[in-house]
């Protein structure tokens, strides 16, 4: 019986180890509605092509999309904790600011949220990726500049990797908006997750 339990142990620790993997590839899409899939099905937001990327590939990292619609920097850094001690992720793609940004909130503010979740991403032994974002023109050129440049400098004094902009190479094309202006429609998709994959992949390498 003894060295049966032996056996019985040595089993399930090898199957431990075998699942553990699942856990350390995890990649956690930490965002607003820009990748909630607002208006979408989900299996048309970016993460969702993300996972299909990743299935295509072969490769075994898992997409969990904990994003929220009209989530702030302020409401990402209160839930970021619980998340990865839950998901216990191998990277964490910030994309969060927006919803900052369009209620005029201080840049300052949105980069002490922002610089929280960097530093609790870090001691969760996970690697970051930030996705910058920009404001409409209308919001004046201070602020504007003040909003994008936070990202800028989040990244370049964290040392970690930038999308600078999310909407790049469709933000000017009214065609891949829904009606409300704001959110991507469909088409755009792909888009928004090629412009991401660029920075993204480096982080994928162990």
Known sequence: MSALNSLLRLALACLALAGAPAWADSVLVWGDSLSAGYGLQTQQAWPSLLEKRFAEAKLPHKVVNASISGETTSGGRSRLPTALQTHK????????????????????????????????????????????????????????????????????????????????????????????????????QPIILDTIWRELAPLLRR
């Open 89 to 188: 992720p191998a990277v964490v793609i910030i994309e969060l600011g927006a919803n900052d940004g369009l209620r005029g909130l201080p840049p300052k503010l949105m980069a002490a949220n922002l610089q929280a979740m960097i530093d609790a991403s870090r001691q969760a032994g996970a690697r970051i990726l930030l996705v910058g974002m920009r404001m409409p023109p209308n919001y004046g050129p201070e602020y504007t500049a003040s909003f994008e440049n936070t990202f800028k400098d989040l990244a370049r004094s964290n040392k970690v990797r930038l999308v600078p902009f999310m909407m790049e190479g469709f933000a000017d094309k009214r065609q891949f908006f829904q009606q409300d202006g704001i959110h991507p429609i469909a088409e755009a």
